[in-house]
């Protein structure tokens, strides 16, 4: 494993027990859900205008989970795959000996 | 930022997309130039739109307030391809995020106008007068990420008070505008490392990229 795989791997994981370790303190600090900021200014929003907030696809709690994780899987990916394309040592000393 | 449908009123919706379709066509203008000139930024590119469009997704819980939030990134991406061009990248991931639920379809001329071009001019601007004072990679990138997020938030609060509320704006966008930070000013921070760590790795890695926004300050690897 090379020393940048290593350190992408250990951000990911440090990033996720970050995100769990927040999580767990929000539920435990009493907090039901902990849906997101801009769902709720839209919400106080629209109730503060007499508007009825619409989406285009109506996904609920869970449905956004699943939403979000399809989204940044495909995009994780794409990210990752480009990101070795311009960043791979190895590959790029490849394409400057044959240009 | 995500501004969903139903809520802003016809004519601010309309402002905000002629305002965003300006930026847009000078970015798709700007890409398409550099491509030409420069075809490794096609992949830079590609991989700032795939950034983008997961980092604006990411939901971090923020435990005192009960609620999560989202950095931008736009910042970082103005830094590496230039503002304009982040106004198309984000426009096309605003697109895509309105099929989770999050963000609306007549709402995206708005919410690029926050996070496509305010947060990545704010970001860019900040970048660019750090450089200038020979302030380091590091933290210049992240008082750019830093300060990115923080207006692209001052701006959606503003966009929704203005549209719904103009009579007593102030009083309203301040409202708004507290509905949003104590839950952003932390990922604000998260926002300020992340861009500080990625802008100093491409510098060190590829500072042929950090040319490639038509930066004026060509970072100094190693700084």
Known sequence: MDKFTKNALIACVALSALIIVFFYAGITLGHADLSGSDDKVNENAANAGNKIPTQLIALDQNGEYVGFTILSIIGGFTAGYIWVIIFDEESNKGVEAHG | ?223
């Open chain 2, 1 to 223: 930022m995500h501004i969903s449908d139903g809520i802003l009123e016809p004519q601010w919706i309309i402002l905000w997309w002629i305002i965003a379709i300006a930026f847009i066509t000078v970015g798709v203008v700007q890409i398409r130039r550099r491509v030409k000139d420069n075809p490794q930024c096609l992949p830079a590119l590609a991989l700032v739109g795939a950034a983008v469009l997961v980092i604006s997704v990411w939901h971090i819980p923020v435990p005192v307030t009960g609620s999560s939030s989202h950095p931008c990134g736009t910042p970082m991406a103005a830094i590496i391809v230039g503002p304009f061009p982040v106004a198309v990248i984000s426009a096309i991931a605003l697109f895509f995020q309105t099929f989770v639920g999050h963000g609306g379809l007549t709402t995206i001329g708005a919410n690029d106008f926050s996070m496509g071009i305010v947060g990545a001019f704010t970001g860019f601007g900040t970048w660019v007068a750090l450089r200038k004072f020979r302030v380091s990679i590091f933290w210049a990138a992240g008082m750019a990420g830093f300060i990115g997020d923080v207006f692209t938030y001052v701006t959606s609060a503003f966009q929704l008070a203005v549209s719904l509320h103009p009579e007593a704006l102030f009083h309203y966008w301040g409202i708004f505008l507290l509905g949003y930070v104590p839950t952003q000013l932390p990922i604000a921070i998260m926002e300020f490392v992340f861009t500080g760590l990625i802008i100093r790795y491409i510098a060190e890695m590829r500072p042929e990229m950090m040319t490639l926004g038509r930066n004026p300050i060509r970072p100094t690897v190693g700084e």
